[in-house]
T-cell receptor
């Protein structure tokens, strides 16, 4: 079962920042927070991941609360092409056992012109 | 360009007729896996492989086989397909089992009638 809770859907105006929340109150100390997205029925696409610190890359920023029980994915200037289902996933990254991505229902983000 | 390539992308087949969905990656990744995606159930892992000749069952392996004779290829075999295997299938790969960036193929739509 997915260990995260996300709102089922959100809207965002084109050009505005999209802030997608995720609750992971039972996260363990060695679990990372990952964000993937799936546009229509294409293969999921990696966006960003983090453990404790906030992270930023060319696609997005990830803000993790100090207690690590929740996080927010920020798309700074949403475009129509960012319309997708966004998945927040917690996972241990280890070579000592299989740790597949466990996808929940995600948040369907609609970017509106 | 980093790619995970699946074939066929779309297939309609009949119950009991053996089929193979191929998966190939060009990134020299050790870890590869197969997922299926069904409405309301999200993505579930079928099989995974940590390296050449090393494969193991994921969460929903029944009715499937895999092989990993070469690093780049990880075919999914349905020996006797049944209608409940109608689904969208994704192949994925990462540098290692603990790899943070997991690349997905574009998906294969399989319908068994």
């Amino acid at each position: 079962d997915a260990k995260t809770t996300q709102p089922p859907s959100m809207d965002c105006a084109e050009g505005r920042a999209a802030n997608l929340p995720c609750n992971h109150s039972t996260i363990s100390g060695n679990e990372y927070v990952y964000w993937y997205r799936q546009i229509h029925s294409q293969g999921p696409q990696y966006i960003i991941h983090g453990l404790k610190n906030n992270e930023t890359n060319e696609m997005a920023s990830l803000i993790i609360t100090e207690d690590r029980k929740s996080s927010t994915l920020i798309l700074p200037h949403a475009t129509l092409r960012d319309t997708a289902v966004y998945y927040c996933i917690v996972r241990v990254a280890t070579n000592s056992g299989n740790t597949p991505l466990v996808f929940g229902k995600g948040t369907r983000l609609s970017v509106i012109a | 360009e980093a790619q995970v390539t699946q074939n066929p992308r779309y297939l309609i087949t009949v119950t009991g007729k053996k089929l193979t969905v191929t998966c190939s990656q060009n990134m020299n990744h050790e870890y590869m896996s197969w997922y299926r995606q069904d409405p309301g159930l999200g993505l579930r892992q079928i099989y995974y492989s940590m390296n050449v000749e090393v494969t193991d069952k994921g969460d929903v392996p029944e009715g499937y086989k895999v092989s990993r004779k070469e690093k780049r290829n990880f075919p999914l075999i349905l020996e006797s397909p049944s209608p409940n295997q109608t689904s969208l299938y994704f192949c994925a790969s990462s540098l290692t089992q603990a790899g943070n960036t997991i690349y997905f193929g574009e998906g294969s739509w399989l319908t068994v009638v």
